[in-house]
């Protein structure tokens, strides 16, 4: 199969045992790649009663058939499970070069089982046999320490590294997995799982070729994608101003959340903004492997006197600056950079690690925490230091930062203010208030890991940003009806592009895809035939929530706070 590897590589983390199996290729044609394929081979591993942080859980990572290949931005691998953040069926992708480095070493995924009774991390060279080696050394370091102390013991620098950092290894439940360059899988508490296993990290390093069907046909594709990406504007704007380009236009039109989602119009936000930080700390920006974008952000902060000096390192993307910034009413860039490299450094989602802490101010305020429930902690608006300080207890599950460390749903219970938090089946909400826009009030609802903004980035249909071939249009950002099969459509066309490993930022060339599908794996397939292909495998994860208890109508209900009008 062209686009795979047709290998899959199976660790027993109880019994050490290491060996490889071939890929299902029936699933594979079924579920494409990344948290699709991987969805279906975890279905028949989970059940209701399986404990997301115990040794039956497994970890998945896969990636996609054109994941490494050269189709531009097809960066993305997915690790896959049973989250402990929802109890549900949990993902989490990435970019970065990790999944490219995967499948050069001759893999397209890895099933994870059991736990390792020390801390451990897993080897994978190509052209040598995997092998599991001791992490005690490891445990206890961040991410950034995680990365250079094992690519220094591997002897090449070109090693890739996925790692967890303190918040993983105690068992935070929004603990992310993070990748060279501060590409994390945040969401879902991926990391946790990784650290109930005592698996410190997974280093990579490939140079085998990633096999296509014809490299003429995927060089002609290459460049009518290329064509088609530098003549989009919104490229243009993500290259100069990274991801908080669009921060902006998200506070005119009321979709910035502040104050915990009670305010929609935030005085600070300019200061917050792609451009605001341009000229200010940005001084450069960087991509995952084969991207021409390069949407992320390099910051430089300096100076002896400076609370947030940093040196130069990887600055903040739009969802860490809403989170992190207006969320908490704090429009201090230096700040908000300090403390997105403390969840990344960590290994913390910095959505969720903001929303804990927002949602923790706002029970403060309207008097739900108690000196005893809160460990004699007051949470306030606008207040870096100590944000700073919770952040680093939440990580450690330190005090007041134990009880943020299970998220906003266990918050409600703890502090008796059920219906409260801003989630949906335990998951918070990407940094996009749907009473601005419509389409993502459905998205939430029936994201398959709980609120999600990543299966359906529904806001750019929105604001204009058309699929005129299949069908998905839209006028008017805060009109309801009509938009339930447009969403469904969406949901269905992003699950697609997911699973075959490409970046949803690079809005791709709905006529260059099947071309490039077909050049790559050397089938011939319809678009609609890729749709479908979406849509099997959004309603295969909500088979599997289903499976692990969800109830029908459960995921129906919009959170209060957001069903409140905004002033």
Same mark, same amino acid.
């Given at each position: 199969?062209?686009?795979?590897?047709?290998?899959?590589?199976?660790?027993?983390?109880?019994?050490?045992?290491?060996?490889?199996?071939?890929?299902? #290729?029936?699933?594979?044609?079924?579920?494409?790649?990344?948290?699709?394929?991987?969805?279906?081979?975890?279905?028949?591993?989970?059940?209701?009663?399986?404990?997301?942080?115990?040794?039956?859980?497994?970890?998945?990572?896969?990636?996609?058939?054109?994941?490494?290949?050269?189709?531009?931005?097809?960066?993305?691998?997915?690790?896959?499970?049973?989250?402990?953040?929802?109890?549900?069926?949990?993902?989490?992708?990435?970019?970065?070069?990790?999944?490219?480095?995967?499948?050069?070493?001759?893999?397209? =995924?890895?099933?994870?089982?059991?736990?390792?009774?020390?801390?451990?991390?897993?080897?994978?060279?190509?052209?040598? &046999?995997?092998?599991?080696?001791?992490?005690?050394?490891?445990?206890?370091?961040?991410?950034?320490?995680?990365?250079?102390?094992?690519?220094?013991?591997?002897? *090449?620098?070109?090693?890739?590294?996925?790692?967890?950092?303190?918040?993983?290894?105690?068992?935070?439940?929004?603990? %992310?997995?993070?990748?060279?360059?501060?590409?994390?899988?945040?969401?879902?508490?991926?990391?946790?799982?990784? =650290?109930?296993?005592?698996?410190?990290?997974?280093?990579?390093?490939?140079?085998?070729?990633?096999?296509?069907?014809?490299?003429?046909?995927?060089?002609?594709?290459?460049?009518?994608?290329?064509?088609?990406?530098?003549?989009?504007?919104?490229?243009?704007?993500?290259? *100069?101003?990274?991801?908080?380009?669009?921060?902006?236009?998200? #506070?005119?039109?009321? %979709?910035?959340?502040?104050?915990?989602?009670?305010?929609?119009?935030?005085?600070?936000?300019?200061?917050?903004?792609?451009?605001?930080?341009?000229?200010?700390?940005?001084?450069?920006?960087?991509? @995952?492997?084969?991207?021409? /974008?390069? @949407?992320?952000?390099?910051?430089?902060?300096?100076?002896?006197?400076?609370?947030?000096?940093?040196?130069?390192?990887?600055?903040?993307?739009?969802?860490?600056?809403?989170?992190?910034?207006?969320?908490?009413?704090?429009?201090?860039?230096?700040?908000?950079?300090?403390?997105?490299?403390?969840?990344?450094?960590?290994?913390?989602?910095?959505?969720?690690?903001?929303?804990?802490?927002?949602?923790?101010?706002?029970?403060?305020? #309207?008097?739900?925490?108690? %000196?005893?429930?809160?460990?004699?902690?007051?949470?306030?608006?606008?207040?870096?230091?100590?944000?700073?300080?919770?952040?680093?207890?939440?990580?450690?599950?330190?005090?007041?930062?134990?009880?943020?460390?299970?998220?906003?749903?266990?918050?409600?219970?703890?502090?008796?203010? &059920?219906?409260?938090?801003?989630?949906?089946?335990?998951? *918070?909400?990407?940094?996009?208030?749907?009473?601005?826009?419509?389409?993502?009030?459905?998205?939430?609802?029936?994201?398959?890991?709980?609120? @999600?903004?990543?299966?359906?980035?529904?806001?750019?249909?929105?604001?204009?940003?058309?699929?005129?071939?299949?069908?998905?249009?839209? *006028?008017?950002?805060?009109?309801?009806?009509?938009?339930?099969?447009? /969403?469904?459509?969406?949901?269905?066309?992003? %699950?697609?592009?997911?699973? @075959?490993?490409?970046?949803?930022?690079?809005?791709?060339?709905?006529?260059?895809?099947?071309?490039?599908?077909?050049?790559?794996?050397?089938?011939?397939?319809?678009?609609?035939?890729?749709?479908?292909?979406?849509?099997?495998?959004?309603?295969?994860?909500?088979?599997?929530?289903?499976?692990?208890?969800?109830?029908?109508?459960?995921?129906? /209900?919009?959170?209060?706070?957001?069903?409140?009008?905004?002033?």
């Amino acid at each position: 199969m062209n686009g795979y590897l047709e290998k899959i590589l199976h660790v027993n983390l109880s019994t050490g045992k290491l060996r490889d199996e071939a890929l299902n #290729q029936d699933w594979a044609e079924q579920f494409i790649g990344n948290s699709g394929l991987g969805a279906r081979y975890l279905f028949d591993m989970v059940d209701a009663a399986t404990d997301p942080l115990g040794p039956d859980n497994p970890l998945i990572m896969m990636t996609g058939p054109l994941t490494g290949t050269r189709t531009p931005s097809a960066s993305r691998h997915a690790f896959i499970s049973k989250s402990p953040l929802t109890g549900l069926f949990g993902e989490s992708s990435a970019g970065g070069y990790t999944g490219h480095e995967l499948k050069r070493a001759g893999y397209d =995924g890895i099933i994870i089982t059991g736990q390792s009774p020390t801390p451990v991390y897993l080897l994978i060279r190509e052209g040598l &046999p995997p092998k599991l080696r001791p992490a005690e050394h490891l445990w206890g370091l961040d991410t950034y320490q995680t990365q250079n102390e094992i690519i220094a013991e591997s002897g *090449d620098s070109r090693t890739r590294v996925a790692c967890i950092g303190p918040a993983g290894e105690n068992l935070v439940r929004f603990a %992310s997995i993070m990748n060279a360059d501060a590409r994390a899988a945040g969401r879902a508490g991926m990391g946790a799982v990784m =650290g109930s296993k005592k698996l410190k990290a997974i280093a990579i390093r490939g140079k085998g070729l990633i096999p296509v069907s014809d490299k003429e046909a995927v060089n002609l594709a290459f460049r009518k994608a290329m064509a088609h990406i530098k003549a989009d504007f919104a490229a243009d704007l993500l290259k *100069d101003l990274g991801t908080a380009s669009g921060l902006e236009y998200f #506070q005119m039109v009321g %979709s910035l959340p502040a104050k915990y989602w009670t305010e929609g119009d935030y005085e600070g936000a300019l200061n917050l903004s792609g451009a605001a930080m341009s000229m200010s700390i940005r001084t450069g920006s960087t991509g @995952c492997w084969g991207c021409t /974008v390069q @949407c992320g952000s390099e910051v430089t902060i300096e100076g002896e006197d400076d609370p947030y000096a940093l040196g130069t390192t990887d600055g903040p993307e739009y969802e860490a600056v809403a989170s992190l910034g207006s969320n908490l009413l704090i429009e201090d860039l230096k700040a908000v950079s300090y403390f997105d490299w403390i969840c990344d450094s960590a290994g913390m989602d910095v959505i969720s690690a903001g929303a804990v802490i927002g949602f923790a101010a706002w029970l403060s305020e #309207q008097g739900y925490l108690s %000196s005893a429930d809160s460990k004699g902690e007051t949470v306030e608006w606008g207040n870096p230091a100590q944000t700073i300080e919770l952040l680093k207890k939440i990580a450690v599950r330190d005090g007041f930062g134990d009880i943020l460390a299970d998220g906003v749903r266990a918050m409600e219970e703890h502090f008796n203010a &059920p219906g409260l938090a801003v989630q949906v089946n335990g998951m *918070d909400p990407g940094m996009h208030d749907p009473r601005a826009f419509s389409g993502m009030a459905l998205v939430y609802l029936t994201s398959p890991r709980g609120a @999600c903004h990543n299966k359906s980035d529904f806001y750019f249909v929105e604001t204009g940003h058309t699929f005129d071939q299949l069908g998905i249009v839209s *006028d008017d950002h805060r009109q309801e009806a009509g938009k339930a099969p447009l /969403v469904a459509k969406h949901q269905d066309y992003r %699950s697609m592009v997911d699973a @075959c490993g490409c970046c949803v930022f690079v809005n791709v060339n709905l006529q260059v895809l099947p071309e490039t599908f077909q050049a790559i794996l050397g089938k011939e397939i319809s678009l609609d035939e890729l749709v479908l292909g979406g849509e099997r495998i959004f309603n295969l994860k909500r088979l599997l929530n289903l499976k692990l208890g969800l109830k029908p109508r459960q995921d129906e /209900v919009m959170p209060i706070l957001l069903n409140t009008p905004l002033a």
